[in-house]
């Protein structure tokens, strides 16, 4: 039976418990009539990491991908694999985003199961992942202009995707304007390639809760309400899957948690002498005894030699929304003890998240922290989402606008992810075993 996986970030049992029945489409009630169940996050709960677990059936430490980001300049053996036509000297030392499923150390799982499968908007997915691929590929031009575009494969489909729904509304998919109208887009995408490419397993990856969850927290309205119109905006996709006798799963990488408070590690890295900067001010990677590369509520910090690990402990250990710090085979405990983790792993309370910037005085911020750029930034920053449109800067020094955050491990399973639309699968499903179920 041909499956579709409906993969929407941020959906948990407390979200679906705010959800009017008279608010949400009958296939929808249906599906969690069938069968619900809490997902247990593997670590870190972000996109990268969660997405290939799912998809491999393995951790972090086996999988490779530790956060959504990279430390390349660590890792000469992938710069092979990375996308360094744009911002190569910035991808080249931290490089958030990367495309290539061949950064992965794990094989997907499907092709253990020899099913063929389709990829839309997963990360990591170009390069072989899957026999039919739809992922965001931007052109950015020589004078900063970004123009949208998606990488397909096969290589036609993009055309075909044009002619039936006009461009990707890349500005629409993250940024101040992030919102629905991506989501509606990639969901009219996923019902074209379930019509034109039927293949067993569909992979769409849909990011509209995640948007709003981070911009007012998990207890929102606006949350609750953006969840009934995605559902709504899928039902198409779901009369087809119906009327073709496929199987629908509908899942989450993560819930999120409400955010009332941040660290930069980097700052006090930095205060400790650890931290050099260029002639750019921005880090010196090679020349640094430690960096933390700060991904949502965790940080790895990567530390030049012991003793820089030592400095680094001490450095962080009194801040007060660290919640818990990883060194060596500690590491194992949250599933990163491996090369590409720091040396040190630092997941912060549920109610905190992490800053990249190394910075206190923000006259001292580079240009790019002022404006959306996902691959200079050597850390991922939520802070992309509000900017003052008359000047079209991101609001970078305001970093209590967010509102809620993921990456540790909830402590309350109504803030896990769910999965819904399995039979008999039990009331609570580790990371690992999704691959093998759907």
């Not at 979200?15 to 069938?34: E, M, R, Y």
Request: proline content about 6%.
């Amino acid at each position: 039976m041909r499956t579709c996986v409906i993969d929407m970030p941020g959906l948990s049992s407390r979200l679906l418990n705010q959800l009017a029945d008279s608010a949400t489409p009958g296939w929808f009630l249906d599906l969690v009539g069938k069968g619900k169940s809490v997902i247990r996050p593997v670590l870190p709960a972000v996109t990268m990491p969660v997405q290939a677990t799912y998809t491999t059936g393995v951790d972090a430490s086996a999988h490779g991908m530790i956060a959504n980001g990279l430390p390349a300049w660590r890792l000469p053996e992938i710069h092979g694999n990375l996308d360094l036509a744009n911002y190569a000297d910035y991808r080249a030392n931290v490089s958030f985003w990367e495309q290539s499923t061949k950064l992965l150390t794990a094989s997907r799982s499907w092709g253990a199961q020899g099913r063929s499968s389709a990829m839309l908007f997963v990360q990591s997915s170009m390069g072989g992942a899957a026999d039919v691929v739809v992922t965001p590929k931007p052109e950015h031009m020589p004078d900063g202009k970004v123009i949208p575009s998606c990488w397909t494969n096969p290589s036609d489909l993009h055309e075909r995707l044009l002619e039936q729904l006009g461009p990707f509304p890349l500005h629409h998919y993250w940024g101040p304007m992030a919102g629905m109208k991506s989501s509606e887009w990639i969901a009219a995408c996923a019902r074209l390639v379930w019509e034109w490419h039927p293949v067993d397993l569909q992979w769409t990856y849909i990011p509209q809760l995640d948007y709003d969850l981070q911009r007012h927290g998990p207890d929102a309205q606006v949350c609750v309400d953006a969840l009934a119109e995605v559902l709504g905006v899928l039902s198409p996709l779901v009369e087809r899957i119906s009327a073709d006798g496929g199987r629908l799963v509908v899942l989450s990488e993560y819930g999120m948690t409400g955010v009332s408070r941040s660290a930069a590690p980097n700052v006090l890295l930095r205060e400790a002498g650890l931290i050099e900067l260029n002639e750019k001010r921005e880090v010196d990677y090679e020349k640094s005894g430690a960096f933390a590369m700060c991904d949502h509520q965790v940080a790895h910090v990567y530390c030049r030699d012991e003793a820089a690990v030592g400095r680094a402990e001490e450095a962080l250990s009194g801040i007060d929304v660290v919640a818990g710090m990883y060194r060596g085979k500690d590491r194992a405990a949250v599933g990163l003890d491996c090369d590409r983790a720091g040396e040190l792993v630092l997941f912060s309370h549920e109610d905190g998240w992490f800053e990249y910037r190394w910075w206190e005085d923000f006259d001292e911020a580079p240009e790019f922290a002022w404006v959306v750029d996902i691959h200079r930034k050597p850390g991922y920053d939520p802070l992309e989402m509000f900017a003052d449109m008359k000047t079209r800067r991101i609001l970078a020094d305001q970093s209590g606008l967010i509102k809620g955050s993921h990456g540790a491990l909830p402590s309350n399973r109504d803030d896990w992810p769910v999965l819904i639309g399995l039979e008999g699968v039990g009331d609570e499903v580790p990371a690992t075993d999704i691959a093998s179920l759907v």
